[in-house]
Structures are given as structure tokens and as C-alpha cells.
């Protein structure tokens, strides 16, 4: 496995951590020149996803140094390959988690790229050449156009960014329940932070009675006035949930701290679905008695395909949906980081990596 191949020859400033203490120091290295099927982009904004945290310190074991953070990248193509198709020099386009897949397999060819085992990532990855990936704590990128989608006009590049991860980690197990044009149906969604208030504004522009989950009452006020939400309900509150069995069609399980879903469960209707896309770092306690008396049904899921990524952002261009952002510049990364391991943000810190603080 190499670092890089000698087609890497264009050298980038970027942001890195080198070791398990996670701090970003500022980093040049070499990516490689822009190939017949890829894209050069000019990155113009990065948001910092709680991942981004745990792969800088290694908290998962699998973190390649340095590692160049960043997957939820906004930019202006600057290149196009000569077998690109339906991008052009000037575009602004987003890029994901996905770097690469296999092209082949039963789930590249049904649009469900996040699935293939060939999948590589677009940070503390191993590209088709061999070569580690780099994310988008850097000025520009190289990439393969089908790992690319265009960002709708009517979208802020900064708020978009964390579309590329946040909004289709939630978008996607809404379409996949017939969510996005169903009739009106009540939802809940567990936590209100990254994932949850993205969540919430979806639910609400398709239609649907939308019930915030959470263990802080704090957050209530947020819920109903900015974002919408129709109900709220405080999880620890035993009367509070009491009074919410068996209410919802559908719940959204936002949440990455270790909790527990059989309380969470009762809310659900017979026949009810929870997805859970929060990824707690202990196991989840599941009883049973929940699941088989009320017939209901739990799943999980990651990100989603780039046909549907890029649905999902067409659909936020044409509702204006982006996230709330704080943005940061490329010396306060570390700052941003200590903050979001308090979850100290509403709700995605956003690197202005272009530095200009861009109108786009």
C-alpha cells in the first residue's frame, strides 16, 4: 500500500493529524493529476463530521497517518477528464463519502455504491492506484466524477456541505420507507443535533408530523420554533413517554451516545420501523418483549448511493434545505474539534477552506 504513485504529482495544502492526540497541523502533499474519468476541485468549504474526530485519534483502530480529514466537501470544478460525463469546468459540485467501489457488483449496479465490500472511502482510504486517500482539510481534490454530484444554485456551498454526509445518512432510510411523497404519516426523531435537525426539516417538508426524541428538555424551544417540529418529547420523562406509546409510524434513531431502545421502542405503532443510523460506540440494549409485542422492525443503514445522493440534493435545492452551521477557519480546526467532543455546536461546524468566507 503506498502513499502515493508516481501520477501523484500535484502538490496541495492541506490540514493533517499524524498521531493519536488528533491534533491538525498544516500538511502538504501530493494527489494525482486529473485522469480521463475524474474531476479537479477547487474546495471551497469542509464540514467536520464526528467522524472526522474518531478517525483523527484513531479511536477505531484503522486510521492510516497522516490522515487528511473531510467528506463533506463543496467546491467549483476547476478540470474535467475527457470520459467525464455531465460535469463541467465552472460546476459547483459536492463530494461524499465515497471514493471509490468495484463498478460491478450487484450493489454498484443498483445504485447502492455504500454497500459494495470493495468500498473505499474518501479519507483513511485505498484508491483503485493503491494510493491512501485524501480528504477535503485541503484546497483541492481529485476525484472520480461518479463519486461527484452537482450542488443546486439555490444552495449556500458552506450549509450544503454537510448535506454530503448528515443529509443523506437521514434522507436515505426516508426514501427507502416511501417517506418523501407518502401521505402524512408521524415520525420521531431521536436526538436533535448533526444528524436529528436535518432529520426534522426533511420530515417537515415532506409533509409529515415530525416528534423530536431527546433526553435534554432544552431543546424544545429549538425543536417547535426553529425547525418546525410538531411534538417533543423528553425520553427520560417517564410520563412524557407513557403518553407517546404507540403513536409513530416511523422512527429516525439520530443518536451515537450509548442509550437504550426499548423505552424508545413503545413509541412506535404495531408494525412500526425504527432505522438506526447513530453509531454508539458500546452495543445496543434491545429487549424483546417490545419488537414481538408490537410486530415492530429495527434496521440500520449508512449513507447512501450517489444516485439518491444526488436526488437527495436536488430535493433540498428545490425545498431550500441546507444545515445550521458554524463556520470556522482552517486555524481553529482543533478548537472545533475539542467543541464538538462536547457537542458544542448547532449543529455542524463548516471549514471555510478557501478563506474568503465565498457568496457561493
Known amino acids: 500500500m503506498a502513499q502515493t504513485t508516481p501520477n501523484h504529482t500535484q502538490t496541495v495544502a492541506g490540514w493533517a493529524a499524524h498521531e493519536t492526540s488528533g491534533e491538525i497541523t498544516p500538511y502538504t502533499f501530493k494527489r494525482r493529476e486529473n485522469g480521463d474519468t475524474d474531476v479537479t476541485i477547487e474546495i471551497l468549504y469542509c464540514g467536520i463530521c464526528h467522524t472526522d ?38 460546476d459547483r459540485a459536492g463530494i461524499g463519502c465515497l471514493a471509490a467501489s468495484c463498478l460491478d457488483c450487484e450493489f454498484c449496479k443498483s445504485s447502492q455504491e455504500n454497500y ?18 485524501y480528504g477535503g ?7 472520480d466524477y461518479r463519486y461527484v454530484v452537482h450542488v443546486p444554485e439555490s444552495l449556500p456551498m458552506d450549509a450544503a456541505a454537510p448535506l454530503l454526509c448528515a443529509g443523506i445518512t437521514v434522507f436515505t432510510p426516508l426514501k427507502d420507507h416511501n417517506l418523501i411523497e407518502s401521505p402524512r404519516k408521524k415520525i420521531g426523531v431521536v436526538g436533535l443535533g448533526g444528524l436529528g435537525h436535518v432529520a426534522v426539516k426533511f420530515g417537515k417538508a415532506f409533509g409529515h408530523h415530525v416528534t423530536v426524541i431527546s433526553t435534554s428538555p432544552s431543546k424544545e424551544k429549538e425543536a417547535r420554533e426553529r425547525l418546525g417540529a410538531d411534538g417533543f418529547i423528553v425520553s427520560s420523562n417517564p410520563k412524557q413517554m407513557e403518553a407517546g406509546k404507540r403513536t409513530l409510524d416511523f ?25 438506526i443510523v447513530g453509531a454508539p460506540g458500546k452495543p445496543l440494549e434491545l429487549p424483546a418483549f417490545p419488537l414481538i409485542f408490537g410486530k415492530r422492525t429495527i434496521k440500520g443503514g449508512i449513507i ?14 428545490k425545498y431550500n434545505i441546507s444545515c445550521d452551521i458554524e463556520v470556522v477557519k482552517p486555524d481553529n480546526i482543533n478548537e472545533a474539534f475539542n467543541r464538538l467532543a462536547k457537542n458544542d455546536v448547532k449543529y455542524r461546524f463548516v471549514i471555510d477552506i478557501a478563506g474568503n468566507s465565498s457568496n457561493l
Open 251 to 275: 422512527i429516525l434513531d439520530t443518536v451515537s451516545a450509548d442509550h437504550g431502545l426499548g423505552p424508545i421502542l413503545e413509541l412506535l405503532k404495531v408494525n412500526g420501523t425504527m432505522v
Open 116 to 133: 459494495c465490500d470493495q468500498l473505499q472511502f474518501t479519507y483513511n482510504g485505498v484508491f483503485w492506484d493503491g494510493s491512501i486517500t
Open 137 to 143: 482539510y485541503s484546497k483541492m481534490i481529485v476525484a
Open 304 to 317: 447512501g448511493g450517489m444516485k439518491e445522493t444526488q436526488e437527495m440534493m436536488d430535493l433540498c435545492g
Open 53 to 90: 474526530l474518531h478517525q483523527a485519534k484513531n479511536d477505531w483502530g484503522i486510521t492510516t497517518y497522516p490522515i487528511v480529514p473531510g467528506h463533506e466537501i463543496t467546491g467549483i470544478i476547476t478540470k474535467v477528464g475527457k470520459k467525464v460525463e455531465n460535469f463541467k469546468v465552472g
